[in-house]
């Protein structure tokens, strides 16, 4: 894969939702600020550009949340979990950061889950062109539907089809491409329905004003929660266990930061800095898509097992869709012990 340096913190300057879509973006950072660590580790991350996924990422980069860890990132920008994963299982990452995906190939033993996000809450959309006549679910029935096929929009779109009593194999027929070019086959009318995730629905709105969201992902909520996180490659995993607790203090601190009394000044920031091409209340909207929850309380749901259940109901899809042999239950591929042990109540 042909990957796009940039230096982002030089620059400014982030790559848009659509005109980045075949390229990826990456660069080294140095340590900054006080109480950092003065060994450093330096560590290949792959991620998405979207709120839910590099939200924790950027903020806990220039806070310093990372740097205290000695932990220093070279972020390496991708536009699909599959291609996230297909870039780790070849060796050009050590980790990841992605959605639905984690459900996915670490059940074919590609890949450890050891940190926990978000819930993919409303991130995931269906849009529909009332001009092309769908104004409802009925509607959809023998017509065409674009999205990326094996990511958290086609575990959204296949639950929402089934919750509407339409089979996704047999009364609609799914197109498979990459979100961007997804997006622009509804924009320019070749498909009368697509299935995104934000910020994608941005350039919906702008090009297509009287498309509708037929609905979104919190419909479908808890039964049905995607959730999405980050995975260890397998040697990486067993060899570095003490970087990936170092990760976790850095993504605790940055992730409660997101969520704490400075909230809407870290929401602010990274909306100035990494998403200035989406204007700042579009952000905040894109942001609340998402279901985010402190560390103190990410810490009770993987000790009950709510985690697990979740990242298994997605397994469970994929099994299904991907016809996966022998899949790799939730509760051997996702580790919740190295969050608990770090974490403290």
């Given amino acids: 894969m042909k990957l796009k340096r940039r230096d982002f913190l030089a620059s400014g300057v982030r790559a848009g939702m659509a005109a980045g879509a075949g390229a990826a973006g990456m660069t080294t950072l140095g340590t900054f600020g006080p109480a950092i660590a003065q060994s450093k580790t330096k560590v290949k991350l792959g991620y998405l550009h979207t709120p839910a996924v590099d ?58 889950v050891f940190l926990i996000n978000n819930v993919e809450f409303a991130t995931a959309q269906l849009w529909v062109r009332e ?50 070019e997804a997006v622009t086959s509804f924009v320019s009318g070749a498909v009368p329905a697509v299935a995104l995730w934000v910020p994608f629905d941005v350039t919906v709105r702008s090009k297509v004003p009287e498309a509708k969201k037929l609905v979104d992902a919190s419909a479908y909520y808890p039964e049905a929660a995607i959730v999405g996180g980050w ?23 940055a992730n409660d930061r997101l969520l704490g009394a400075d909230a809407g000044a870290a929401i602010a920031a990274l909306q100035s800095k990494h998403y200035p091409q989406v204007e700042a209340s579009a952000f905040a909207e894109q942001f609340k898509a998402s279901k985010y929850f402190t560390s103190a309380q990410w810490r009770k749901m993987h000790e009950d097992g709510t985690t697990t259940r979740w990242l298994q109901q997605v397994t469970d899809f994929f099994v299904t869709a991907g016809g996966i042999q022998n899949p790799v239950p939730a509760s051997q591929y996702f580790d919740p012990k190295l969050y608990l042990e770090t974490v403290k109540a």
């Fill in 131 to 180: 001009d092309q006549g769908v104004k409802s679910f009925a509607d959809l029935k023998g017509r065409k539907i674009s999205t990326t096929t094996g990511t958290t929009a086609h575990v959204f779109l296949d639950s929402a089809l089934r919750a509407n009593k339409l089979d996704p194999a047999r009364d609609v027929q799914i197109i498979n491409q990459r979100m961007a």
């Fill in 55 to 112: 939200g924790q990422i950027w903020t806990g980069i220039e806070n310093g949340s990372f740097a205290k860890q000695g932990i220093e990132f070279e972020p390496i920008q991708f536009v699909t979990g599959l291609e996230l994963f297909q870039a780790m299982i070849g060796g050009s990452l050590d980790m990841l950061s992605t959605g639905a995906v984690v459900s996915n190939f670490p059940a074919r033993g590609q890949g450890k």
């Fill in 231 to 253: 995975v260890a490659r397998n040697d990486y995993f067993e060899k570095n266990r003490s970087t990936l607790v170092n990760v976790i203090k850095g993504w605790s601190e």
